[in-house]
């Protein structure tokens, strides 16, 4: 019983430390690009007489990326 549990606490220990190592995040500084798609579905999102895409979608996403 005691060997199982020290193996227990080793496969933790080693998937702790192998999810630290091969974590894949960009750092801070470097900016993140999202693409993303548009469609005409008034009010949710549509081409304003400027061309530019307003409404419901285009202001959360402009929102999200602030943060």
Same mark, same amino acid.
Do not use: H, W
């Given at each position: 019983?005691?060997?199982?549990?020290? @193996?227990?606490?080793? *496969?933790?220990?080693? %998937? &702790?430390?192998? @999810?630290?190592?091969? *974590?894949?995040?960009? %750092? &801070?500084?470097?900016?993140?690009?999202?693409?993303?798609?548009?469609?005409?579905?008034?009010?949710?999102?549509?081409?304003?007489?400027?061309?530019?895409?307003?409404?419901?979608?285009?202001?959360?996403?402009?929102?999200?990326?602030?943060?």
């Amino acid at each position: 019983m005691r060997e199982y549990r020290l @193996s227990i606490i080793i *496969a933790c220990i080693s %998937a &702790a430390l192998f @999810s630290l190592f091969c *974590a894949n995040t960009p %750092a &801070a500084s470097d900016p993140l690009t999202v693409r993303v798609g548009a469609y005409e579905n008034s009010p949710k999102i549509f081409t304003g007489t400027s061309g530019e895409y307003i409404g419901i979608f285009p202001d959360l996403l402009a929102d999200i990326a602030q943060t």
